[in-house]
């Protein structure tokens, strides 16, 4: 089975500031998908970059990008510039491609918290 | 496009009962999952329907069960509840396998 791990239960920054969120996940796999979601108070779950497996390049999303690393199972995002509305609970989370339809595997969470 | 809504947002109930959440897809979404959020198991997967078929479902007891319409529509539904099912039940709904999933605001049950 697949697990995904987020090793900081909580991060904080201070703001205009980048800060890098940590994954690691295991699997036998070799085609899958990665995904950080970000979980404001208000809980609605929102997705914020997603990496296909396959692909080498690094995704990005404006302010966001990760450093995938296949081989050693790695996935970290990096936010930079934060701003104080990116304070909330993200979640890292791993759908393989092999039959498994839409199943989300999901890390532990890190908050984070952004300083004015 | 309207988003993915989830009815009802809160509810409370007693021990030994049973609920029925229900989740509307964005329009056009065949693929609607449900998820369970607690602070002690985080986030778990518990079943997933595509075209009114479960086609995926997680480590959960037969308590939970759930159906999908023909409109995409799906209800999930805990009988017999127990303190434990406290939690807050998130529905995501997809286009297909490929494509991202969307969440909606979840369902806040509390067993007492």
């Known amino acids: 089975a697949q697990t995904v791990t987020q090793s900081q239960p909580e991060m904080s920054v201070q703001e205009a500031e980048t800060v890098t969120l940590s994954c690691t996940y295991d699997t036998s796999e070799s085609d899958y998908y990665l995904f950080w979601y970000k979980q404001p108070p208000s809980r609605q779950m929102i997705l914020v970059i997603r990496?296909?497996?396959?692909?080498?390049q690094n995704a990005t999303e404006n302010r966001f990008s990760v450093n995938f690393q296949k081989a050693a199972k790695s996935f970290s995002l990096k936010i930079s510039d934060s701003q104080l509305g990116d304070a909330a609970m993200y979640f890292c989370a791993y759908r393989g491609n092999n039959n498994a339809g839409n199943m989300l595997t999901f890390g532990g969470g890190t908050r984070l918290m952004v300083k004015p | 496009k309207a988003g993915v809504t989830q009815t009802p947002r809160y509810l409370i109930k007693t021990r030994g009962q049973q609920v029925t959440l229900s989740c509307s897809p964005i329009s056009g979404h065949r693929s609607v999952s449900w998820y369970q959020q607690t602070p002690g198991q985080g986030l778990q997967f518990l079943f997933e329907y595509f075209s009114e078929t479960q086609r995926n479902k997680g480590n959960f007891p037969g308590r939970f069960s759930g159906r999908q319409f023909s409109n995409s529509r799906s209800e999930m539904n805990v009988s017999t509840l127990e303190l434990g099912d406290s939690a807050l039940y998130l529905c995501?709904?997809?286009?297909?396998?490929?494509?991202?999933?969307?969440f909606g605001p979840g369902t806040r049950l509390t067993v007492t």
């Open positions: 995501a709904s997809s286009l297909t396998e490929t494509y991202e999933q969307y």
């Open positions: 990496q296909e497996a396959y692909k080498q």
